[in-house]
């Protein structure tokens, strides 16, 4: 899942995502990025051809991070509360530090015309579903999370109640500290999960 992207790149990306956030999907052109970034339209199109690619180019770059810190988060223990815990912390601290991003990955409307855009928000819905699900199996399993409702409905369900709690910060602009709300969100959820 790793994309490989260069330095300027990410830079670019970075740069899109803060103009995501103050100005919207509208506000992302080639000359207010250029403006941002401080160098010529042409030189963004050396790294990316348009609007569309810089944006799958960073929800794709988002979920091949979102990967690789789930992989080494949830490598140092098999709890499956804690692992819930870890898996959800690490997510609001990422956005906590990067709130560029939240926009592309929450914000309804993002080019919904694009089926590559809509694909890479899928690959990092499905990197999220691949790390929960095993929590959720191994936690019925062990009678740590309730068996009264079925796995794929409680993934469903803790996956909608983090995102509202992202989507209430994102248009809330930020206003609130993520990671302490975030806390009580997943605290909430575990009390409402537990068998």
């Given at each position: 899942?790793?994309?490989?992207?260069?330095?300027?790149?990410?830079?670019?990306?970075?740069?899109?995502?803060?103009?995501?956030?103050?100005?919207?999907?509208?506000?992302?052109?080639?000359?207010?990025?250029?403006k941002?970034m401080?160098?010529?339209?042409?030189?963004?199109?050396?790294?990316?051809?348009?609007?569309?690619?810089?944006?799958?180019?960073?929800?794709?770059?988002?979920?091949?991070?979102?990967?690789?810190?789930?992989?080494?988060?949830?490598?140092?223990?098999?709890?499956?509360?804690?692992?819930?815990?870890?898996?959800?912390?690490?997510?609001?601290?990422?956005?906590?530090?990067?709130?560029?991003?939240?926009?592309?990955?929450?914000?309804?409307?993002?080019?919904?015309?694009?089926?590559?855009?809509?694909?890479?928000?899928?690959?990092?819905?499905?990197?999220?579903?691949k790390?929960l699900?095993?929590?959720?199996?191994?936690?019925?399993?062990?009678?740590?999370?309730?068996?009264?409702?079925?796995?794929?409905?409680?993934?469903?369900?803790?996956?909608?109640?983090?995102?509202?709690?992202?989507?209430?910060?994102?248009?809330?602009?930020?206003?609130?500290?993520?990671?302490?709300?975030?806390?009580?969100?997943?605290?909430?959820?575990?009390?409402?999960?537990?068998?």
């Open positions: 899942m790793k994309e490989t992207i260069t330095e300027r790149q990410l830079e670019l990306i970075e740069a899109a995502g803060k103009i995501l956030t103050h100005s919207g999907v509208k506000g992302l052109t080639t000359k207010n990025l250029a941002e401080g160098f010529s339209e042409a030189a963004i199109y050396r790294h990316f051809g348009s609007k569309e690619k810089i944006i799958v180019a960073m929800l794709l770059y988002i979920a091949a991070s979102m990967d690789e810190r789930y992989r080494v988060t949830l490598a140092t223990t098999d709890n499956p509360e804690i692992q819930f815990k870890k898996l959800f912390q690490n997510q609001f601290n990422y956005f906590g530090a990067n709130p560029h991003f939240v926009v592309a990955v929450f914000a309804d409307g993002l080019l919904e015309e694009s089926e590559l855009i809509n694909q890479s928000i899928l690959k990092i819905m499905e990197v999220k579903m790390y699900m095993p929590i959720i199996e191994a936690g019925q399993a062990e009678n740590v999370f309730t068996s009264n409702i079925p796995k794929e409905d409680l993934v469903h369900i803790i996956m909608g109640s983090i995102r509202l709690q992202m989507y209430k910060w994102r248009i809330s602009n930020f206003r609130f500290d993520i990671v302490k709300k975030g806390d009580e969100i997943i605290q909430s959820i575990l009390t409402t999960i537990k068998a």
